[in-house]
């Protein structure tokens, strides 16, 4: 709604002032001090290596250029200590660089170990810094959603498609989810990316798209089961990005659940995937 | 404490004021050719310096020591000065009419007199004439209220061009706009670019900073109050204008000649008639449809020689209608308010006015798309009752008190959807509900020729589901006049604030929900003082020097990430601080001869702290005192105003403001997520809050008024030159993520890192011209 607010304002702003040659500069700002902070990723996906990435975040203006020759000691943040553990397991991650060109990811720590989907016992991130400081957190597998139905419709004219998701709840508690669209192939940018909690819904969800699919189109979707932390920084991100972004965002800062001096998110992956072809 | 404070005031009250032997005078001013009354006009007794001013119903009363013969002058701005001689030995009621000085020359508007606003013990307060108003060159020629207030120090305005305003260091949510009685929730069109009073109906707008009087409460910063016209009671009339994006129409006239009249007023956008036009030639450019109107009304009658009966009303509405072949998206809010006022004046010297009011705000959104649909909404509806009396029991001293109550009907967030087939659903939202009420007491007692007090206090509460609120507000204001011409003046005044605005943005928007104080919410409060300096340098110049400094309790603001739009327990959002506000204003103003208007500098400190989350849940990352964004240091204006010739008038404004300050972020982390191909790698990471302040802001705008004289009646040209040298003002800051393609091991793996980060400063208008037309008939 708010993105048909603007732009209708900077419609009207550019029809009643056609006479002006451009309203938008580049600028200088001087920003206070920064010091650098610690940002930690770790999503433990099934049946794929326990890995994370620890970076240095920078001041916001800086450049961290590739041919930098600092940006490896300035942006990755090596010779940590890194453990993941579960029950009895314990899984130490080497200081190596990883990269995975399906998914655009690239790591600094990892274990070959694959996780296994396991909702009974939690898993526990230990991170020791090559300063001494100490970073935990933890995280367990939530249930994962079972999708009802996905259907498939086509528009008046029968030319474009739409895709409706339905769910069922999870009663008696208060879930988060999260739903990605991406259309043609998994590696795309998605096309459709929110979250949202359960504290409207009678029992049913349904997450749908509108009417952009043409016949032959190969749609993915996914619907992940988030933990309330999980949800809060995934929030806050979205907040923090429209708060330097969009003239009516409010920002925030990262609500992390990490214990220690450093922001970021530890979180276990409960996904229900899906692909759909798009048929008449 | 209440009691104190009560005994406080009765001690005043009790004061024995010398005994004289007078007579009384009352009577009515009214204009000769529409019979509508003239309020504030200044009332001199010539034999001995008594005098007063006449009230909103153009009543006066006045007592003075018995003599033979009395004469009396009545002046009023822009009307012709008389001179009536009373010869009554007893008391006896007059009937006069003031003929307009210059006959085509609208000046509908309080008192300005030097004199009178020098003797009065009233401080803080900015008052402007419709004259002034439709003189003041505006964006798009659309003349508007609120931002020609913006122009008086101490009342800087928000975004640019917006009509928010930020008084005395006050939120925009801590002003109360009163219509006639009525309160008026949302007092913006078009996002806060237009107000919703249309300036063609204006009687008069007076915006109190500080020394509130007793009688008003129910915001901590400000009390804009203004009343609608009275219709001509003689004979029909109408005026309108013809804008680039609106036109309006007002008609007036008798319906009962010399005892009742109406008076009509509307106003509309016609954006929307050139976007469906462009949508119906060219179905691909799907433009969004936008309007707004505005509807007032106002009977008034007067029944016999004492009683007054007045009926007003207001509709407003914006529309905001975005379709296509498979979604319907519409977006209305608007303000519904009407009163019914009676004023009966039991004795020459005691008057009451007694109101009913309703008051409606509503937003309301529905999104359609096949098979499913969607609708979010919020509002407020209140009904008040409210009675005030006015004692004069003697030249020296006036007592007013009353009483009002308000019922407040909160509906908070609605939010429905679901299918067509009834399979899947939601909802969520509340009503709540609360009453608020006030009485109050003020004592306006003239010790001397030198010294005025106005003791007052209010005490007023809140119930809502059970819990109860009760605070004493105490106003209490001083004027010592030095001389003739100098007058210092200080005033206290204890504000509370029942009512809460929750912004679901950075800026005043219409999705924004009021929300009442509960019993985690407590009500937010406010103290202030304000000292002042009221110099006439002579009769045409004048120096108002202020100073104040205002504490602030129970504040909210929202936790870190806090979810605003919808919410089953918007309190788990809040958190509650304190703040505290200081500052100098300063005002040079020239108000008679061919040159007129002002300068106005403020100087101003504002911060806000000590912010807890009221859910264990929530965070407030900030600690400490911080700035809020309209923490404005410097405020400048320069108004002025040339008559060349009874045709032509020329008006200029020039302002000047210390840049808003902004929440900027000051790192940012590279973010790549779970999920492939995430298209927002660079997340800021916001540390202090209102870290960066923008730049300055300064614009210089023209204006020039040609009348003209058709047969018919009056038409005015008005060209407006906005922006006149083009100057770039911040009206928000993006900032923009430069990527650079990072290459993979393999030849076939790269993705975009973000390497730097670009600001970009986007600004509202060039230089714009602007012509409008203006008639009446």
Redesign the interface.
Known sequence: ??K??V???L???SC??S???N???????Q????E??V?V?C?L?PNEPFRL?I?Q??????????DNPLFSES?LLNGAQVSLSQGLNKYELTNTIQ?D??????FNYSNASLVEYNTEDSFFLDIILSDGNQITASSIFLDTVRLDSILV?F???DSLA?ILT?FKDFPNETNFYRR?L?LGN?????IQ?FITDD????S???F?S??IFNPGDTVYH?IFHLTEDYH?FL???Q???D?????????????SNLTGDA?GVFTC?SESKNRTIIKK | MAHKYIAFVFLFFSVNIQAQKLTSITGSVTDTLSGTPLIGVTIIASNGGWGTISDEWGNFYLEVPVQDSIDLTFSYIGYETKSVTSTCAEACDLKVNLRSGISLKEVVVTSNSYKEQKNAVQMSVSTLTAEQISNIPMVLGENDALKALQLKPGIPSGSESTTGIFVRGGGADQNLFLLDDAVIYNASHLFGFFSTFNTDLLKSINLYKGGFPARYGGRLSSIIDINSKTGNNQKFEGKGGLGIISSKITLEGPIKKGKSSFLFAGRRTYFDIFTRALNKNNPASNIPNYFFYDFNFKLNFSLGAKDQLSITGYLGKDDFEFTSDFFNFNFYWGNQAGSIKWVHNWTPQFLSKTSISISDYLYNINNRVTGFNFGLGSGINDIQFKTDFLYNPSPHYEIQFGWSGTNHKFEIGRLRGGSSDGLVSFSSGNNLSGFEWGGYISNQIQLNSFIKFDLGLRVSGFLQNKKSYTYPELRLASNFSLNDDVALKASYSGMVQYLHLVRSAGVGLPTDIWYPSTHSVLPERSSQVAIGLLWILNPKWKINLEGYYKEFKNVIEFVDAAQLFVSNNLEDEFAIGDGYARGIELELEKIDGDFTGWIGYTLAFVNRGNFSPLSSKGSFNQKGYFSPPYDRRHDFSLVLFYEISKRIKLSATLVYGSGDLAWLPTGRTYFQDVVSGNADPVVPLFQDRNNFRLPAYHRLDFGVNFKFFPIWGESILSFNLINAYDRRNTFFVFLEPQYQLLSGPDSDSAFNFPEKIIANQVSLFPIIPALTWNFKF
Do not use: W
């Open positions: 709604m708010m048909h607010l732009g209708f304002t419609f009207l702003c009643l002032f006479t002006s040659c309203l938008e500069k580049e600028i200088d700002i920003l206070p001090n920064y650098n902070e940002f990723e999503y996906v990435l970076t975040t920078t001041p916001y203006f800086d450049n961290l250029t590739l942006f990269i060109p399906d998914n655009q990811k690239f419709q528009d008046q004219k739409r339905y990605v991406m998994e590696s795309e940018e998605p990316d504290l409207f819904i009678d049913i969800f349904v749908g509108g009417y996914s809060n929030e806050s991100v907040q923090a990005i708060g330097s972004t969009n003239p009516f965002g409010v920002p925030s800062p990262l609500q922001q992956i």
